[in-house]
């Protein structure tokens, strides 16, 4: 194992390349381990962070401020998750293995006989994130993507939380060494100018990023300016729009109100999926009420102090916008860790108009316990404010449970512009919490994310870590296991035979 290096300090520009060249070393190894083998090592580091989660909450709890059962409840998330790769790789599908045997009587001429799968990328860089210490962090669903699709993973740790990535680190290695993978298959950088300098690197195939838009963007930059570009899922920003129909707010306009506050205010608005920006059919009294029920929240610690910072600049922006009044003014409260606790901040925009005519401003990502308000009327361009939001990872729309004919179709337009614009459309619910299955999509056009076709939650996200391969005409003892007709590893796989493609003689 390893040394860890204290992680307020770069790891020094040998030691990255070592490690690097650790990495690159393993990446064969690691993965041609049979898809079976890695699920046992899946689990094994699943039990070891399962065995060791008192400590990890502890120094997490001292670190980020988060209480004791939301970071509970996050190492068993991150447990779950590993576990849930695990059964990816036993069922095996995710290879998407095509055979297409030679058939002579092809439409086009003979076809050659030609086998298709998925193969690993190579080595990883992850950078991790700052709101989810163990979640999006060290052992995360980057991590475990990565490691499952068979890719050694090299993780720069978030200054946010540095003892809990350092013993969490401790734990996987150690995992992953007594099931016998390669040296080189997990380890650990810290600093930023550790994770450029690995991220320049060729021997990085690939690199997954959450955080926030400009650390995102300029990453994302560096990975397309290399002499050889590689792929970077980063998850940016996302203002997360949500829309209350007037049906909607007649019938349970309490029950809304209660649940926006609880939505854009749950972990001090410090989730990539706070729903920013809500928009009201004029003639209510609902932005009343959510303001009520706000400033009963209590204050809550933001996560860094640097966050408090980017906050409170935000804020700032946001109040000197013309027309846009301050529904509820948050408080702040400093405590001994020098990183503040605040309370919500409500600001209201006016009109729809309004909103739209000072964009810049107010449908961009504020990363803490804030949200704007905008009113609408049935004649106004909701379907504009969303293509002026851009990317967002969901829209919310909270409808009546029995909407009327005019309702549905003053819905299908906005709602095929919300399958557009975002990766997840909610109804009747709240967008934070996302749920990790393998029909879940995080992501959404940027600058939600750099990557619209992916995933970072749930089980597809393993298809960011492989790219296809096709041998054509390959000797049965020159293929891969997984490829060879006796089909020695038991992988499920589609096999078209001669006659079951498309035929010249119909």
Not at 248 to 273: K, W
């Amino acid at each position: 194992m390893s040394t860890v290096d204290q992680l307020d300090q770069d790891t020094p520009a040998a030691e990255v390349d070592r490690r690097l060249d650790a990495a690159g070393a393993a990446a064969p190894e690691w993965g041609r381990w049979a898809p079976r083998s890695r699920a046992e090592a899946l689990d094994a580091v699943a039990d070891a962070l399962d065995a060791g989660a008192t400590d990890l909450v502890a120094a997490a709890m001292t670190e980020t401020g988060l209480p004791e059962a939301r970071l509970t409840g996050e190492v068993k998330r991150t447990t779950v998750q590993l576990r849930m790769f695990a059964g990816v790789l036993r069922d095996g599908s995710y290879l998407r293995i095509v055979i297409d045997r030679s058939d002579p009587g092809f439409a086009l001429g003979t076809k050659p006989d030609l086998r298709r799968w998925l193969v690993p990328l190579g080595p990883v860089l992850v950078f991790a994130a700052s709101n989810f210490p163990f979640a999006f962090s060290v052992a995360g669903g980057d991590t475990a993507a990565a490691l499952a699709a068979g890719c050694p993973v090299l993780l720069k740790a978030h200054p946010g939380h540095p003892g809990t990535s350092r013993l969490t680190a401790d734990i996987v290695r150690s995992a992953l060494r007594h099931t016998g993978a390669p040296e080189g298959t997990f380890d650990l950088i810290t600093g930023q100018e550790a994770g450029v300098r690995a991220l320049r690197d060729p021997r990085v195939t690939a690199a997954a990023f959450t955080g926030s838009v400009a650390g995102g963007r300029a990453l994302f930059d560096i990975a397309s300016s290399r002499k050889s570009p590689i792929p970077f899922y980063g998850e940016l920003g996302s203002v997360n729009p949500a829309v209350v129909t007037a049906e909607a707010a007649h019938e349970r306009g309490q029950q809304i109100a209660e649940g926006f506050v609880a939505s854009f205010t749950l972990g001090a608005g410090q989730f990539c999926t706070k729903p920013g920006v809500l928009l009201l059919p004029r003639g209510t009294d609902l932005s009343e009420h959510v303001a009520e029920l706000a400033d009963g929240v209590p204050p809550a610690r933001m996560l860094t102090a640097g966050i408090a910072q980017r906050y409170r600049e935000r804020l700032g922006e946001l109040v000197n916008v013309p027309g846009v009044k301050v529904l509820l003014n948050g408080r702040e409260h400093a405590d001994q860790s020098g990183v503040p606790a605040v309370s919500p901040t409500l600001f209201h925009a006016g009109s729809v108009h309004n909103l739209h005519e000072h964009r810049e401003v107010l449908l961009e990502e504020n990363f803490g316990p804030s949200a704007v308000i905008a009113e609408y009327t049935v004649d106004d361009d909701l379907a504009g404010i969303l293509e002026a939001v851009g990317g967002s990872l969901t829209v919310t729309v909270q409808t009546s449970s029995r909407p009327e004919e005019s309702e549905r179709a003053r819905l299908s337009e906005l709602l095929q512009l919300a399958a557009r614009c975002s990766g997840r459309v909610v109804f009747n619910e709240w967008p934070t919490g996302v749920a990790v299955t393998a029909a879940q999509h995080h992501g959404g056009p940027y600058p939600a994310t750099t990557a619209v076709l992916h995933t970072s939650v749930g089980t597809a996200a393993i298809e960011r870590f492989l790219r296809p391969v096709t041998y054509q005409n390959a000797p049965d003892a020159l293929l891969p296991r997984a490829l060879q007709d006796a089909n020695p590893l038991g992988l499920p796989r589609t096999v078209n035979e001669p006659g079951d493609s498309f035929r010249a003689d119909p």
